[in-house]
């Protein structure tokens, strides 16, 4: 149930970042109305869209309700930004904006309350990731070797930390090069939008092709600097994975599904775990809950 | 935690900070000498790549810009595009390529800039740039005919016909906009938008 529920949102996620450029392209077309840009050489989504949209009465002012990416996006008058974005706007440009940096205020307080659900929840390249995960599974249990490298989990806050300083000598953004949620938005948008994408998709191809030969799960679990800002504000998060003491009996079938490495039974307590739920249906005990606070909830 | 652990533990901190901050200035400091400008670092000689109106002075922009790109999703004309690494600094940032299309000042892109980069100001007071004749290119200013395209679509009556219906632009109302060099009807355009 958790499962479905969390594909539903990553669904969900995907569709949006689909359905912006392909709307975007119908709104010009609306407000522009054969000016100079007919509807054609579009998607098949922008031609769908088309048509929903043409019977209304004003269909701007539908089309332009949601714009954005991941990085920044406007729901109404409502902005919400990454507070990887403003961080880093700020650090970089070092004035006081101050209409930018509120619209980071929903995902911080998020993130305080629900821990790093962004990861696990909303981020459009984790399913991706976790399905290059699944196929190296499936290999390995077929009888494929691959090397199993660890890196530490703390190199992400120092690429965290480096990548805000190197902003702040250089004086321009460097997360959304290489950051995956700013990157893949940018990629779909740019395919839709332009018919082109940049260097971003040579990048994705390398963290998967780590990820899949060398180190699984390597990116969100050391390197990810979005991953790092989220956990070092979640350590007081509400939300967290808890245990029955009393019903669990050590089996660590657990452990075997967590996408990040942890064991759910103890870990859930440090800042690392990402809330995604992975490990509640894996427990054929019943014996991990969502719960609110730390500590498990009996002790066995 | 014994004496020895502390001590392999602090020195790998230790080292791993050094790397962090030495390798983060170096990358900064290499990006730092990227080309700025386009225009006036010699990518792009030929043609004029402008911000789009509202634009804070260029260094600030370029620090400000969080690469959204919901300026370019509300631009009716599709006038904003995003040059790759050829733009040095100014990578996936919005420029206004007037050969392409000009801009046709709907203010919309000022309206969604999260980031500020973008400032909402009166169509009055946006300078993109200015616009320049070339009179060895411009028909009317060569005995060519009589062509009138860029005195017609200027939005703020900045060029005027002259002797012969010869186009002078008035650099105090230009905009800088770029309308006059995308309807330009040379090939090689006779008239081009530099920023200022």
């Not at chain 1, 390597?218 to 245990?243: M, N, Q, T």
Request: hydrophobic share 40%; aromatic share 12%; charged share 20%.
């Amino acid at each position: 149930m958790i499962n479905l529920l969390r594909r539903f949102t990553q669904l969900a996620v995907w569709l949006l970042l689909l359905y912006i450029p392909a709307a975007g392209l119908v709104g010009i077309h609306f407000i522009t109305r054969g000016y100079d840009i007919p509807l054609e050489n579009v998607t098949w989504l922008s031609h769908r869209l088309y048509d929903y949209f043409h019977e209304m009465n004003d269909p701007a002012s539908y089309i332009y309700l949601v714009k954005g990416s991941m990085w920044s996006m406007s729901i109404g008058k409502l902005t919400i930004s990454d507070p990887l974005a403003v961080l880093e706007s700020f650090l970089s440009s070092r004035t006081y904006f101050r209409p930018f940096l509120i619209t980071a205020l929903i995902p911080i307080f998020l993130t305080v309350v629900l821990g790093r659900v962004y990861c696990g929840w909303l981020c459009p390249m984790n399913p991706v990731f976790e399905a290059n995960h699944w196929i190296r599974k499936k290999l390995t249990i077929a009888g494929i070797r691959f090397p199993n490298v660890s890196f530490s989990k703390n190199n992400k806050y120092y690429i965290l930390a480096g990548g805000l300083l190197c902003s702040f000598v250089a004086g321009m953004s460097v997360f959304p090069l290489f950051y995956p949620p700013a990157n893949v938005s940018r990629i779909v948008f740019m395919q839709i939008f332009y018919s082109s994408f940049g260097f971003g998709v040579g990048i994705i191809m390398l963290m998967l092709l780590m990820e899949f030969f060398i180190s699984p799960r390597a990116w969100c679990r050391s390197f990810c600097p979005g991953g790092a800002l989220y956990s070092l504000l979640s350590p007081r998060r509400l939300l967290r994975v808890k245990v029955d003491g009393v019903a669990c009996d050590n089996c660590g079938d657990c452990f075997t599904v967590c996408e990040f490495g942890l064991n759910p039974v103890k870990a859930s307590d440090s800042k690392e775990c990402d809330n995604c739920g992975k490990c509640i249906p894996a427990c054929q005990k019943h014996s991990l809950k969502y719960g609110a606070g730390k500590g498990a909830l009996s002790n066995g | 935690m014994d004496d020895k652990t502390r001590r392999a533990f602090l020195k790998q901190s230790v080292s791993a900070a050094v790397l962090t901050i030495g390798g983060a200035s170096g990358i900064g400091a290499l990006l730092k000498r990227l080309p700025m400008d386009p225009v006036t670092e010699g990518y792009y000689y030929q043609s004029a790549y402008l911000r789009p109106p509202g634009a804070i002075p260029e260094e600030k922009f370029l620090t400000t810009c969080i690469q959204c790109f919901q300026c370019a999703e509300v631009c009716d004309r599709k006038a904003i595009r995003f040059p790759g690494a050829e733009a040095g600094k100014g990578i996936n940032t919005p420029f206004i390529i007037p050969v392409e299309k000009g801009c046709d000042l709907c203010m919309r892109c000022t309206d969604v800039c999260p980031s500020g980069a973008l400032r909402k100001i009166d169509k009055k007071d946006v300078k993109m740039g200015e616009a320049r004749i070339d009179d060895r290119l411009c028909l009317p200013w060569i005995d060519r005919g009589y062509c009138g395209a860029c005195t017609t679509i200027c939005p703020n009556n900045a060029i005027t016909a002259g002797f012969r219906n010869r186009p002078e632009v008035d650099k105090e109302k230009c905009l800088g906009c770029g309308l006059c060099e995308e309807v330009c009807v040379q090939e090689a355009k006779a008239i081009r938008v530099y920023r200022v």
